[in-house]
Nanobody
Framework: QVQLVESGGGSVQAGDSLRLSCAAS????????MGWFRQAPRKERRFVAA????????YYDDSVKGRFTMSRDKAKNTAYLQIDNLKPEDTAMYYC?????????????????WGQGTQVTVSS
């Protein structure tokens, strides 16, 4: 069992930046990678970014490339999502998840454990 706790969300203005954190505890993350997802009101949860926990390679949805940066601190078992130049359309609940099956080209993953989410609200 892995527990994931997200933090760092908030209500911000367009153009601001936020750094979301996802702290993992419980069973070791060995064999698991990590991902961020978001779910806007009345919409499906969508993939945002993923990271290979071992080598730090990152993968992004095309819609967020250039503004979102995912990273991890292996010693702290924590993943981060830096979001720059926030836009109102970034308003959503942001979730982290452990991933299995992440391939070298960023495909093939399946989420296994989820956090409870952290809300990001961006006003214009």
């Amino acid at each position: 069992q892995v527990q994931l706790v997200e933090s760092g969300g908030g209500s911000v203005q367009a153009g601001d930046s936020l750094r979301l954190s996802c702290a993992a505890s419980g069973r070791t993350l060995r064999g698991n990678d990590m991902g961020w997802f978001r779910q806007a009101p009345r919409k499906e949860r969508r993939f945002v970014a993923a990271i290979n926990w071992n080598d730090g390679n990152t993968y992004y949805d095309d819609s967020v490339k250039g503004r979102f940066t995912m990273s991890r601190d292996k010693a702290k078992n924590t993943a981060y999502l830096q979001i720059d130049n926030l836009k109102p359309e970034d308003t959503a609940m942001y979730y982290c998840a452990t991933l299995v099956g992440l391939s070298r080209d960023g495909s093939g993953w399946s989420p296994s454990y989820w956090g409870q989410g952290t809300q990001v609200t961006v006003s214009s």
